[in-house]
């Protein structure tokens, strides 16, 4: 984007190729009305000069000879000529020098580029002349010049560009503010986005105002911005998560085998062996959810073509569950009677409602209850787990479904703390939303399976 | 933790080799390998593996997906080129479902994600290297067990006993693979259909409640656990 110049802008170009094309046109039709409006006049001249010649072949030598020099007397802006040659060609009146060799004596008009004039007229450039034989033998010529056919080629021409040089002028004008209007827009989206591009994230680019075209395009980048910022803020946090929660399991496990290396007792050394290992797979179970949810994030691939039956989503959940919950006592049903076709991918969709179930069953207490529900609300169904739990204080609800949280309430449940952040993930995938419901007991959490209009 | 097999293998010294590029990996796996009885060969690159394939023509072929070289996808894909067609265990760090599918399709038998515990491995390579039994039998019979595929009908000795269909399922799948280590992963991929891996362990209280239906107090324990990894369903001699 270095050095965008003023002719190189796409308005410019655009004015510029209007001009050529109203300049073309024009010039088109300036020459259309002079070329035609010469050949009429042309045309009017031979017939009028042909017409006299044949009258005047028939006069007497005396008034032929007064006609000639009335006509040159009155002639006063010399463009007539009129002569009248003895059968050897002497002159006997008029003011050609002598008959033309090129001009044939047949009564018809022929154009003569020059003509040979008595000393005592201007010279003519280019002139029609008719000559015929009269019956004595004598020979007439009469001609007049083009002057007049030339001075309406000047004055078409002036027309031309006098009427087109201010249009043209125009075009370019009104092509060069729009052009430097652009460029200065450009060059200054130009530098917003050097400045993003050299790290500076939160900058925007700026916004004419002018609502058009390329405002619209610069509203949705400053849209890609924001994403783009979210996402970099995710990773930025899910980056300190990561080092917190897996550099604090390690560290305890690296302390637990520095103390083991003075360990005598091999009982004592196989139990602290067996604690790393259970740390090491926790760490890696911590890895393989992050990873998980990763996943799911930047999954562009997305195959839920087909409709699936949120019942029978239930359904298999709850008997996934079932055993769990009866080991814990806890009192665990679902209700999934009415039909739910919902657009969705089936795994993901089992995926999402598996770990709302295990977290809900992971925080009730033993005798509690756990339920599945599927609930119709105007806009469409929603899945909603509901426990008796210890429940999800209202201040930290909106943190619950932010990777890495875990309630500091729940102090028996171990695990990664993902849970409702790849529940998340998922709903936000489909274009689904995951909200967690207010109840006076337990937890309620829903996920609405439609799409805000 | 790694576990004894109950059973002798089906192949004696069965040969795999272990194409790893890390030393320390392949080291611990060669060691594996080795205490379960194996011959295990090691290649660090492709082409190792390609030349040592074409001199010792392996029983099986654990091939880590990242390699030097050529990756792991193309060495199968040239592997099958060559005409070897041994079951090859793809083993990777890129453990995504997406990874998951790129690798089976490009002709892996099983993949397995890192990290793994060295029993998962072992009980992978098993099921590999055996074939499980015919999948058009109408009744399988395994020691006192005996299941009826057509009436949905399972009995231990005289003994009916009472299975839901999820239970039915499992119990055919241990009973298709006896005396066979089974990982919890590859029960829940293969009873379940599920891909992920729950948070709670929810294969062992699924299992619990089969075995209290197979295995009576007083009765010999048919279903083991093998700590760490998963279960074995024993025929109780």
Same mark, same amino acid.
């Given at each position: 984007? %270095?050095?965008?110049?003023?002719?190189?802008?796409?308005?410019?170009?655009?004015?510029?190729?209007?001009?050529?094309?109203?300049?073309?046109?024009?010039?088109?039709?300036?020459?259309?009305?002079?070329?035609?409006?010469?050949?009429? /006049?042309?045309?009017?001249?031979?017939?009028?000069?042909?017409?006299?010649?044949?009258?005047?072949?028939?006069?007497?030598?005396?008034?032929?000879?007064?006609?000639?020099?009335?006509?040159?007397?009155?002639?006063?802006?010399?463009?007539?000529? /009129?002569?009248?040659?003895?059968?050897?060609?002497?002159?006997?009146?008029?003011?050609?020098?002598?008959?033309?060799?090129?001009?044939?004596?047949?009564?018809?008009?022929?154009?003569?580029?020059?003509?040979?004039?008595?000393?005592?007229?201007?010279?003519?450039?280019?002139?029609?002349?008719?000559?015929?034989?009269?019956?004595?033998? %004598?020979?007439?010529?009469?001609?007049?010049?083009?002057?007049?056919?030339?001075?309406?080629?000047?004055?078409?021409?002036?027309?031309?560009?006098?009427?087109?040089?201010?249009?043209?002028?125009?075009?370019?004008?009104?092509?060069?503010?729009?052009?430097?209007?652009?460029?200065?827009?450009?060059?200054?989206?130009?530098?917003?986005?050097?400045?993003?591009?050299?790290?500076?994230?939160?900058?925007?680019?700026?916004?004419?105002?002018?609502?058009?075209?390329?405002?619209?395009?610069?509203?949705?980048?400053?849209?890609?911005?924001?994403?783009?910022?979210?996402?970099?803020?995710?990773?930025?946090?899910?980056?300190?998560?990561?080092?917190?929660?897996?550099?604090?399991?390690?560290?305890?496990?690296?302390?637990?085998?520095?103390?083991?290396?003075?360990?005598?007792?091999?009982?004592?050394?196989?139990?602290?062996?067996?604690?790393?290992?259970?740390?090491?797979?926790?760490?890696?179970?911590?890895?393989?959810?992050?990873?998980?949810?990763?996943?799911?994030?930047?999954?562009?691939?997305?195959?839920?073509?087909?409709?699936?039956?949120?019942?029978?989503?239930?359904?298999?959940?709850?008997?996934?569950?079932?055993?769990?919950?009866?080991?814990?006592?806890?009192?665990?049903?679902?209700?999934?009677?009415?039909?739910?076709?919902?657009?969705?991918?089936?795994?993901?969709?089992?995926?999402?409602?598996?770990?709302?179930?295990?977290?809900?069953?992971?925080?009730?207490?033993?005798?509690?209850?756990?339920?599945?529900?599927?609930?119709?609300?105007?806009?469409?169904?929603?899945?909603?787990?509901?426990?008796?739990?210890?429940?999800?204080?209202?201040?930290?609800?909106?943190?619950?479904?932010?990777?890495?949280?875990?309630?500091?309430?729940?102090?028996?449940?171990?695990?990664?703390?993902?849970?409702?952040?790849?529940?998340?993930?998922?709903?936000?995938?489909?274009?689904?939303?995951?909200?967690?419901?207010?109840?006076?007991?337990?937890?309620?959490?829903?996920?609405?399976?439609?799409?805000?209009? | 933790?790694?576990?004894?097999?109950?059973?002798?293998?089906?192949?004696?010294?069965?040969?795999?080799?272990?194409?790893?590029?890390?030393?320390?990996?392949?080291?611990?796996?060669?060691?594996?390998?080795?205490?379960?009885?194996?011959?295990?060969?090691?290649?660090?690159?492709?082409?190792?593996?390609?030349?040592?394939?074409?001199? /010792?023509?392996?029983?099986?072929?654990?091939?880590?997906?990242?390699?030097?070289?050529?990756?792991?996808?193309?060495?199968?894909?040239?592997?099958?080129?060559?005409?070897?067609?041994?079951?090859?265990?793809?083993?990777?760090?890129?453990?995504?479902?997406?990874?998951?599918?790129?690798?089976? %399709?490009?002709?892996?038998?099983?993949?397995?994600?890192?990290?793994?515990?060295?029993?998962?491995?072992?009980?992978?390579?098993?099921?590999?290297?055996?074939?499980?039994?015919?999948?058009?039998?109408?009744?399988?019979?395994?020691?006192?067990?005996?299941?009826?595929?057509? /009436?949905?009908?399972?009995?231990?000795?005289?003994?009916?006993?009472?299975?839901?269909?999820?239970?039915? %399922?499992?119990?055919?799948?241990?009973?298709?693979?006896?005396?066979?280590?089974?990982?919890?992963?590859?029960?829940?991929?293969?009873?379940?259909?599920?891909?992920?891996?729950?948070?709670?362990?929810?294969?062992?209280?699924?299992?619990?409640?089969?075995?209290?239906?197979?295995?009576?107090?007083?009765?010999?324990?048919?279903?083991?656990?093998?700590?760490?990894?998963?279960?074995?369903?024993?025929?109780?001699?």
């Amino acid at each position: 984007m %270095k050095g965008i110049r003023l002719v190189q802008a796409a308005p410019f170009r655009l004015a510029l190729g209007f001009a050529l094309a109203l300049a073309g046109s024009t010039a088109a039709i300036f020459a259309y009305v002079y070329v035609e409006t010469a050949r009429l /006049e042309i045309e009017a001249k031979r017939t009028y000069l042909e017409l006299e010649v044949r009258e005047a072949l028939v006069m007497t030598d005396a008034e032929l000879i007064d006609r000639v020099h009335t006509r040159l007397a009155r002639d006063l802006r010399h463009n007539s000529v /009129e002569a009248l040659f003895d059968p050897h060609g002497i002159l006997v009146a008029g003011n050609l020098a002598s008959l033309p060799p090129k001009l044939p004596v047949d009564g018809l008009a022929h154009r003569l580029m020059t003509v040979p004039l008595v000393d005592s007229e201007p010279s003519r450039k280019e002139v029609i002349l008719v000559a015929d034989r009269r019956p004595d033998g %004598k020979i007439l010529a009469i001609g007049h010049d083009l002057d007049d056919v030339s001075a309406l080629q000047h004055v078409v021409g002036i027309g031309l560009i006098r009427g087109m040089g201010p249009a043209l002028l125009l075009a370019l004008i009104f092509g060069a503010f729009f052009a430097a209007r652009s460029v200065a827009r450009i060059k200054a989206l130009d530098r917003t986005i050097g400045r993003v591009m050299a790290g500076d994230l939160h900058e925007r680019l700026p916004v004419s105002g002018a609502g058009d075209d390329l405002d619209s395009l610069t509203a949705r980048i400053n849209e890609m911005l924001d994403e783009i910022v979210n996402l970099v803020e995710e990773i930025r946090s899910v980056g300190d998560n990561i080092a917190h929660d897996l550099r604090t399991p390690l560290s305890v496990m690296q302390a637990r085998l520095e103390r083991a290396l003075n360990e005598r007792d091999p009982e004592a050394l196989r139990g602290i062996v067996a604690k790393s290992l259970t740390d090491l797979g926790r760490t890696h179970a911590t890895i393989t959810s992050l990873l998980r949810i990763a996943e799911i994030e930047s999954s562009r691939r997305f195959q839920c073509v087909g409709e699936t039956d949120l019942g029978e989503i239930a359904r298999d959940v709850y008997e996934l569950y079932e055993p769990l919950a009866a080991d814990k006592r806890i009192h665990f049903s679902v209700d999934s009677d009415s039909p739910a076709l919902v657009r969705a991918d089936r795994d993901m969709m089992i995926e999402a409602l598996a770990n709302l179930v295990d977290n809900a069953i992971k925080y009730t207490p033993a005798g509690g209850q756990v339920r599945i529900e599927i609930a119709h609300e105007a806009d469409g169904p929603l899945l909603r787990v509901t426990d008796s739990g210890f429940g999800i204080p209202s201040t930290e609800r909106s943190k619950v479904t932010q990777r890495y949280y875990r309630s500091d309430k729940s102090p028996n449940a171990r695990g990664s703390g993902l849970g409702l952040s790849l529940v998340a993930a998922i709903a936000k995938l489909h274009g689904f939303r995951l909200r967690i419901a207010d109840v006076r007991h337990g937890a309620s959490v829903e996920l609405a399976c439609y799409q805000i209009a | 933790m790694t576990p004894r097999l109950s059973r002798p293998q089906v192949k004696a010294n069965a040969s795999i080799l272990v194409v790893e590029d890390d030393p320390d990996m392949a080291m611990e796996i060669l060691a594996g390998l080795k205490s379960q009885g194996y011959q295990p060969r090691h290649a660090a690159n492709g082409t190792d593996a390609l030349a040592s394939i074409w001199a /010792e023509a392996p029983d099986l072929a654990i091939i880590d997906r990242t390699l030097p070289g050529f990756d792991g996808l193309s060495l199968i894909a040239k592997m099958q080129e060559e005409g070897f067609h041994l079951p090859v265990l793809v083993v990777s760090a890129l453990s995504s479902a997406d990874e998951r599918i790129r690798g089976l %399709k490009a002709g892996g038998d099983d993949y397995l994600g890192k990290p793994f515990v060295m029993g998962e491995l072992f009980a992978r390579i098993e099921a590999l290297l055996r074939r499980p039994t015919d999948v058009r039998e109408t009744a399988l019979t395994v020691g006192p067990l005996h299941i009826d595929l057509i /009436e949905r009908t399972a009995h231990r000795g005289s003994r009916e006993m009472d299975l839901l269909p999820r239970e039915f %399922k499992l119990l055919e799948f241990m009973m298709r693979r006896p005396g066979q280590v089974l990982p919890r992963s590859m029960l829940l991929e293969e009873v379940w259909n599920y891909r992920f891996v729950p948070e709670s362990n929810l294969v062992n209280v699924h299992m619990g409640r089969l075995r209290h239906k197979v295995d009576l107090p007083g009765e010999i324990k048919l279903i083991h656990s093998v700590k760490n990894v998963g279960f074995m369903l024993d025929e109780g001699n």
